[in-house]
T-cell receptor, first 114, second 119 residues
């Protein structure tokens, strides 16, 4: 079945450590996105990539980094510079950067900083 | 600056009745709007969308209305069912013309409205 997978579902990290969240899609989508969800704030865009080897900052990119070496993979690193990393992280993808298609979301990763 | 706003954090409706979820936006450049439904600890799933060239789009029990002059859209669910209980997000996108066509990708989301449908 085609879809988006995120792993792990729950992740715990000690303060000061970097951590990488995985996102893989087998939908052959060009574009991929990372969002963060906090209570009462909806989804905020962290980074997005419209094509392999290219990505742009979203609205809240500080303290995060990404790479897009393969079409199907868009890992997100939460660095120690991110002041409030505890949140629910969602990865999404959409078919093409050239015409609008709705974004499909993965199941999410809940990151807790201890 | 919250460009897409859902001013009602929650809505409670009786099964069989109509649910109306509202969304306001401030950026007049937005020309494509979507509604997503989200259950706890899961990713959002797409429900329905509408382009700015329309004022209504219907899909089964779900209808989205767009009032461009008021910069307002709403999602109507009729009849409401207990399984509709979830968080509903509206989202907006603006198109950008380029050599290959129109690019939309980036979505701006509202804060979400928790819908509870009572049996």
């Amino acid at each position: 079945d085609g879809g988006i997978t995120q792993s792990p579902k729950y992740l715990f990290r000690k303060e000061g450590q970097n951590v990488t969240l995985s996102c893989e899609q087998n939908l052959n989508h060009d574009a991929m996105y990372w969002y963060r969800q906090d209570p009462g704030q909806g989804l905020r865009l962290i980074y997005y990539s419209q094509i392999v080897n290219d990505f742009q900052k979203g609205d809240i990119a500080e303290g995060y980094s990404v790479s897009r070496e393969k079409k199907e993979s868009f890992p997100l690193t939460v660095t120690s510079a991110q002041k409030n990393p505890t949140a629910f992280y969602l990865c999404a993808s959409s078919m093409s950067r050239l015409s609008y298609n709705e974004q499909f979301f993965g199941p999410g990763t809940r990151l807790t900083v201890l | 600056d919250q460009q897409v706003k859902q001013n009602s954090p929650s809505l409670s409706v009786q099964e069989g009745r109509i649910s109306i979820l509202n969304c306001d936006y401030t950026n007049s450049m937005f020309d494509y709007f979507l509604w997503y439904k989200k259950y706890p600890a899961e990713g959002p799933t797409f429900l329905i969308s509408i382009s700015s060239i329309k004022d209504k789009n219907e899909d089964g029990r779900f209808t989205v209305f767009l009032n461009k002059s008021a910069k307002h859209l709403s999602l109507h669910i009729v009849p409401s069912q207990p399984g509709d209980s979830a968080v509903y997000f509206c989202a907006a996108a603006k198109g950008a013309e380029n050599a290959g066509g129109t690019s939309y990708g980036k979505l701006t989301f509202g804060q979400g409205t928790i819908l509870t449908v009572h049996p």
